[in-house]
């Protein structure tokens, strides 16, 4: 079983020709609401690709609660350890145009969860062949996540995203960590490089279309990525940590697991909404085919 520990929010998509520059207004051409958060983006990615997953996160008491926690069950996510919260649930303001986007995220019922009550989720978690998290959620809920997982030999991959809520305290804890570039030059610093020496096979910098990079122990190692022509990317970072949870659960071997990883994200690139394009483990070993590779 896949265990994820995140946010779940409900997106509110706008699409325009080009952003606004400051003070500036621009017309857009489309707006929609659709299911998202990195942990329920994650979550689904997963499902989609042949995991059982539990999702451990919150939703609002409001009408998007409601629907998000309806997605989840449509996605054979288990929801039994969402905790519904009075108040809103988290929305992310997701701006797109040209293939690009740029997000603000209120957390709404998502910073609801305590630390304290991780302990009921205990159970749960000793019992997970992986557990994946992100950093949407209050950072004492990771840290007490990490904590109890490392106690119970549970892998766990830390997605550290947004950065900015990042810790050195995580490091002993988080078996793999999956930031992309410009994460990792946040986390890091610009000569980010020498850390995948001092983690290898545990800290993977995800590159976009160039694929990912990682260091095995004896050499860097460059996963490339697969050709796709890009009309959404938000989602595709959480499709790969999804994904790769499903190859690590199934002991793929590691280079393997990245690969597969990425094929799962450059397909989730090729449609509309951060769930819309996350794709069906037949398309991901069919691209995986298609490649050549």
Request: charged content about 20%; aromatic content about 6%; proline content about 5%.
């Amino acid at each position: 079983m896949i265990t994820v520990v995140g946010s779940i929010n409900m997106d509110l998509v706008v699409r325009t020709a080009r952003f606004p520059k400051q003070g500036e207004t621009a017309l857009g051409d489309l707006y929609t609401t659709a299911p998202g958060g990195k942990g329920a983006n994650q979550a689904v990615a997963a499902a989609r690709l042949g995991g059982s997953v539990n999702m451990i996160g919150a939703v609002g008491t409001d009408a998007f609660g409601d629907e998000l926690l309806r997605n989840l069950e449509a996605e054979s996510v288990g929801t039994a350890s969402v905790k519904r919260a009075e108040g809103t649930s988290g929305i992310a303001n997701i701006l797109l145009s040209d293939g690009d986007n740029r997000i603000i995220v209120v957390p709404g019922a998502n910073h609801s969860l305590k630390a304290e009550e991780m302990a009921a989720f205990e159970n749960g978690l000793k019992e997970s062949g992986i557990v994946v998290m992100q950093l949407e959620m209050p950072i004492p809920v990771v840290q007490r996540t990490l904590e109890i997982c490392h106690q119970h030999g549970v892998p766990v991959i830390l997605n550290p995203a947004p950065a900015d809520g990042f810790t050195e305290d995580f490091l002993p804890y988080a078996t793999y960590m999956t930031p992309n570039e410009t994460e990792a030059e946040e986390l890091f610093g610009p000569e980010w490089e020498h850390m995948l020496e001092k983690y290898p096979n545990r800290l993977v910098v995800t590159l976009g279309s160039k694929g990912a990079r990682y260091f095995d122990g004896q050499k860097h190692v460059l996963v490339e990525g697969f050709k796709t022509q890009a009309i959404d990317t938000t989602g595709a970072g959480d499709t790969f940590n999804g994904a790769l949870a499903v190859a690590l659960e199934e002991a793929m071997p590691f280079e393997a697991a990245v690969r597969f990883a990425n094929a799962a994200a450059s397909l989730s690139v090729e449609k509309f909404g951060a769930q819309g394009g996350m794709p069906s483990r037949q398309e991901v070993l069919q691209r995986m085919g298609d490649d050549g590779k």
